[in-house]
């Protein structure tokens, strides 16, 4: 892109006057702010390419033959043109077009023919398109009598640095939230699981916010927590990759019937139920410590920006978010992503015994667990001996991996149970049948009855208030490209996660650095 507007500006001999120079620098300090994409009119007429009303007729100029690399020297045949002013308005426009937005008002500073040209609805049309790809909703908006450059100046281009997943700072709660262009509309949609346990629902949206454009042409941004309709709020981007909402009028997120009707409207929201539903005292409780927790943040949140893990040729499966069982706290939302060996699957939903942003669980791929028959795998006490005999392997460390142990007598014995080791691509060709143990608790009991691949991995478990935190052992179950289990030894659970499907747009993290960064932050944040 730097390379195209040098090129530009030296094919119409501006690049390296004085003036051009200067208005650089004039405009570096404001060039990331939606400001900068308004010109200034009373310069316009002051803007002569290479030349200044001050500079003789002499001076540097866009017709200069000195300026020009188009067809210099002389040649037979008809004239070339001397420089992109010489060029057709209808070719300019083509050429405009394919610049970054962010760059046309530099651009619009090398002369007046420039910056009448970039008034062309055209380019900012395909400015909007191929950047943030709107297409039917650009006819709408001309039909309103709204410009696409008025959209891309004033909506697009100043809140373009929140669109893509966030997650809200809720405590041990935490979230996701997908800021996206939907219409004419920039809204913040906060994604929230199924209702439990349904983990082959598709996921519930709720609008936070939106920004529009409806009102005296300029963004204005409205909240859309509670049930009284928009109402004023407001957006500060605190730093990079943060920004915080605030709503400037909270009665609106007041019921008539005080805190017992929001209390009962949330839990048919978030549960599908009512109180009376859910005979169990520990889950009541768990219940209403989250609605008096998340209530205080109904008039300001802060949101910090989470990127999808990147995907590698050699990884198991895709990664990617998924939704998963989570025993009396309900359904949860996890980041599997893979790190050589290792596969870890990240918090982004939490609970108070392990908050969002720790890490739940983390499998040893170098460590397979081949599953003995349907009847032993009944037995939560073989799967036990497996495990657990992987684990103590781990343990050791990786140097005495398939190293087999001496006995008193100096002889070997067999390694052990469940360490063999498999070629993963071949089994994970071959399903095989899949029974839990008796006794290990399931949310869901429709579970896929085949699997490809089983691990060893651990668990993160701790007390509430994330006290005493452990990892505990278990085994990692891949039943396909969209499903896996975690069977939890200690409590005799069994997780079931299935994959989000929705298309998140916006959320690919630049390089490997940045999302390995970003998980570090992720557990700082609630550690």
Not at 41 to 62: A, F, H, I, L, Y
Request: net charge negative; proline share 7%.
């Amino acid at each position: 892109m730097l390379l195209r507007m040098a090129v530009c500006a030296r094919l119409c001999g501006a690049g390296q006057s004085r003036r051009c120079r200067r208005r650089q620098r004039h405009s570096q300090p404001h060039q990331d702010s939606d400001s900068d994409m308004d010109m200034d009119e009373e310069e316009e007429e002051e803007r002569v390419v290479g030349k200044t009303k001050d500079e003789p007729d002499g001076g540097s100029s866009c017709h200069s033959s000195g300026a020009g690399v188009l067809g210099s020297g002389a040649s037979a045949g008809p004239p070339h043109p001397q420089s992109l002013l010489d060029l057709p308005p209808e070719l300019l426009v083509e050429i405009f077009s394919s610049l970054p937005g962010a760059a046309l008002p530099n651009l619009a500073l090398v002369c007046k023919k420039f910056r009448q040209i970039l008034n062309t609805e055209t380019i900012w049309r395909r400015r909007c398109t191929e950047e943030f790809g709107m297409r039917d909703d650009l006819r709408k908006m001309e039909i309103l009598g709204m410009s696409s450059r008025d959209l891309y100046v004033k909506l697009l281009h100043p809140y373009r640095h929140i669109l893509g997943l966030w997650q809200p700072d809720i405590g041990p709660y935490g979230g996701l939230l997908n800021v996206v262009v939907d219409g004419l509309f920039i809204i913040g949609w906060m994604y929230l699981p199924p209702h439990d346990p349904r983990v082959e629902d598709p996921m519930r949206r709720r609008p936070l916010f939106h920004i529009h454009m409806w009102e005296k042409n300029k963004a204005t941004v409205e909240c859309m927590y509670g049930h009284k309709g928009p109402h004023k709020g407001d957006i500060q981007t605190v730093k990079k990759d943060e920004f915080s909402t605030k709503c400037n009028q909270t009665d609106h997120h007041r019921m008539p019937g005080g805190r017992q009707e929001e209390f009962r409207t949330w839990l048919e929201e978030e549960w599908g139920r009512t109180l009376e539903d859910i005979f169990h005292e520990h889950m009541q409780e768990l219940i209403l410590m989250k609605f008096i927790y998340t209530s205080q943040y109904d008039n300001c949140l802060t949101y910090r920006r989470i990127y999808l893990p990147p995907c590698l040729p050699s990884d198991l499966l895709q990664p990617g978010l998924f939704k998963g069982t989570y025993g009396s706290h309900g359904l949860e939302i996890i980041m599997l992503s893979f790190h050589g060996s290792k596969a870890k699957a990240t918090k982004l939903t939490g609970d108070p015994n392990v908050p969002a942003g720790q890490l739940t669980l983390e499998i040893d791929l170098n460590r397979p667990v081949r599953l003995p028959d349907l009847e032993h795998q009944r037995s939560i006490e073989e799967l036990s001996r497996l495990v657990l005999g992987v684990h103590e392997e781990a343990q050791r460390g990786p140097q005495f991996r398939d190293a087999p142990s001496e006995t008193a007598e100096g002889s070997d014995s067999a390694p052990p149970a469940g360490a063999e080791d498999v070629e993963l691509g071949a089994a994970a060709s071959e399903a095989q049948p899949f029974v839990l143990p008796l006794g290990v608790m399931a949310r869901n009991e429709v579970y896929p009855r085949t699997c490809k691949m089983c691990f060893y991995g651990t668990g993160l478990i701790a007390g509430h208030g994330f006290t005493s935190p452990e990892r505990t052992p278990g085994l990692f179950v891949l039943f396909d490209d969209d499903h896996f289990g975690f069977i939890w030894l200690e409590l005799k659970s069994f997780s079931l996660y299935s994959r989000l499907t929705d298309q998140l747009s916006h959320a690919q993290a630049p390089t490997l650095e940045r999302f390995e960064a970003m998980l570090r932050n992720m557990q700082s944040w609630t550690s």
